[in-house]
């Protein structure tokens, strides 16, 4: 079992910055992504930045290359997104993952899941 509880979601302006943070514990072998996912009020989930354990690669969704970082702290067990140049098209709801699954397409075979923690940008 693995257990992930998110955090630093909030409101900011357009062109603001947040950093999501998210605490994890238990045992994450049985994983091979560590990532970020979004949903927005009315549509799907998507991936939005995913780190495979394996050799700390990381992957990003094309809508937001260059703006967000994905990191991981695995002495504190900590994993962050950093969100800069923050646009109202990044309001979602953010979950954090350990899952298995291609961490590059962001399909999930299996997933452990964090409550979630809103983002909202205004214009």
């Known amino acids: 079992q693995v257990q992930l509880v998110s955090s630093g979601g909030g409101s900011v302006p357009a062109g603001g910055s947040l950093r999501l943070s998210c605490a994890f514990s238990?045992?994450?072998?049985?994983?091979?992504?560590m990532g970020w996912f979004r949903q927005a009020q009315g549509k799907g989930r998507e991936g939005v930045a995913s780190i495979y354990t394996g050799d700390a690669s990381t992957y990003y969704a094309d809508s937001v290359k260059g703006r967000f970082t994905i990191s991981q702290d695995n002495v504190n067990n900590m994993m962050y997104l950093q969100m800069n140049s923050l646009s109202d098209e990044d309001t979602a709801m953010y979950y954090c993952?350990?899952?298995?699954?291609?961490?590059?397409?962001?399909?999930?075979?299996?997933?452990?899941w964090g409550q979630g923690t809103q983002v909202t940008v205004s214009s």
């Open positions: 993952a350990a899952y298995i699954g291609n961490c590059r397409r962001f399909s999930v075979n299996y997933a452990y």
């Open positions: 238990g045992d994450t072998r049985s994983t091979n992504c």
